[in-house]
């Protein structure tokens, strides 16, 4: 059975930074593209980054230079560090991995900016 369970969320002021996880299990998690989406309310969920299985990174444009995302494939862990945090960054955040036509998500966390 796969388990992919996002932590991490929660309330920052904006300019603040918040570390998100999601640890998966039932995978090989080393051959999985790995990413964050977001969904505001209101809003289509949109992809904020992918980590391939082979280590190139890609970024949506509103959240390059801020966002770093990483894995350890040794924890079968992903992360994402998000820095200089805006309201507009006010989301459920939900992870993702994918392997050919293989994809799960989490349950989601909430991330809000507000001062």
């Known amino acids: 059975q796969v388990q992919l369970v996002e932590s991490g969320g929660g309330l920052v002021q904006p300019g603040g930074s918040l570390r998100l996880s999601c640890a998966a299990s039932?995978?090989?998690?080393?051959?999985?593209?790995v990413a964050w989406y977001r969904q505001a309310p209101g809003k289509q969920r949109e992809l904020v980054a992918v980590i391939r299985s082979g280590g190139s990174t890609n970024y949506t444009d509103s959240v390059e230079g801020r966002f770093t995302i990483s894995r350890d494939n040794a924890k079968n862990t992903m992360y994402v560090q998000m820095n200089s945090l805006k309201p507009e960054d006010t989301a459920k955040y939900y992870c993702n991995v994918r392997l050919n036509r293989l994809e799960y998500w989490g349950q989601g966390t909430q991330v809000t900016v507000s001062s």
């Open positions: 039932g995978i090989t998690f080393s051959l999985y593209d």
